[in-house]
């Protein structure tokens, strides 16, 4: 077993309980952590034997682009998304921080992490 991790993906996005913030916008960070079984492609250095990140990174950004309130439903979104579309994913982790969040003070951001 092994772990695919893909840090500080950076996204301009439109998420927010916020009516402003679904209009200007914020930068939001997105780490991913894909635990998966990597014998196979450790002996035969094959992509067809890996889970391929970028693929991943891809789902992560199209749902990104979906305008959602709560950072946990696009950390949900993103892994009912990765299992959907890919194979052998064996366990998920993602973590979804907005960053300078309105909560009036300063803040340098807040995070919501799901595993599944």
């Keep these: ?4 991790q893909i840090e500080n993906m950076e996204f301009y996005s439109f998420h927010g309980h ?8 914020n930068k939001f960070i997105v780490d991913l952590t894909l635990e998966t079984d990597m014998e196979a492609a450790s002996e ?24 959602s309130y709560l ?30 969040p309105p909560m009036g003070g300063k803040i340098g951001s807040v995070s919501v992490v799901i595993s599944r």
């Design 71 to 100: 950072l946990e439903n696009i950390a949900g979104r993103i892994i009912k998304s990765l299992y959907a579309e890919m194979e052998g994913i064996k366990r998920v982790t993602v973590k979804v921080s907005k960053m300078n």
């Design 18 to 25: 916020l009516k402003e913030e679904q209009i200007v916008g």
């Design 44 to 67: 035969s250095d094959n992509l067809k034997d890996a889970v391929n990140y970028q693929r991943a990174y891809e789902i992560v950004k199209h749902e990104m682009e979906k305008k």
């Design 1 to 4: 077993m092994g772990q695919i």
